[in-house]
């Protein structure tokens, strides 16, 4: 079964190309692969979440008590 590319889904960040699906699922978050490159990826590859194990508002929580006690 051929999947087709979506208008709406990221281009690839390794090669830049656009033909690119979706992958299912991984804990809840989105995953495409690059038909270019193939290679997969997720929604937080290469920012600061990428590869954290903690929800986004854990890390929020984290930091705010971090600069509490910095001042």
Same mark, same amino acid.
């Given at each position: 079964?051929?999947?087709?590319?979506? #208008?709406?889904? *990221?281009? !690839? *960040?390794?090669?830049?190309? =656009?033909?690119?699906?979706?992958?299912? #699922?991984?804990?809840?978050?989105?995953?495409?692969?690059?038909?270019? !490159?193939? @290679? #997969?990826?997720? *929604? =937080? $590859?290469? =920012? &600061?979440?990428? @590869? $954290? @194990?903690?929800?986004? &508002?854990?890390?929020? @929580?984290?930091?705010?008590?971090?600069?509490?006690?910095? &001042?």
């Amino acid at each position: 079964m051929n999947r087709k590319p979506n #208008s709406q889904n *990221p281009p !690839c *960040p390794r090669c830049g190309a =656009t033909h690119v699906v979706k992958n299912g #699922s991984k804990g809840g978050r989105p995953r495409w692969v690059c038909r270019n !490159c193939g @290679r #997969s990826f997720g *929604p =937080t $590859l290469g =920012t &600061a979440m990428y @590869r $954290l @194990r903690v929800t986004p &508002a854990e890390v929020a @929580r984290t930091l705010l008590v971090v600069m509490r006690r910095g &001042a």
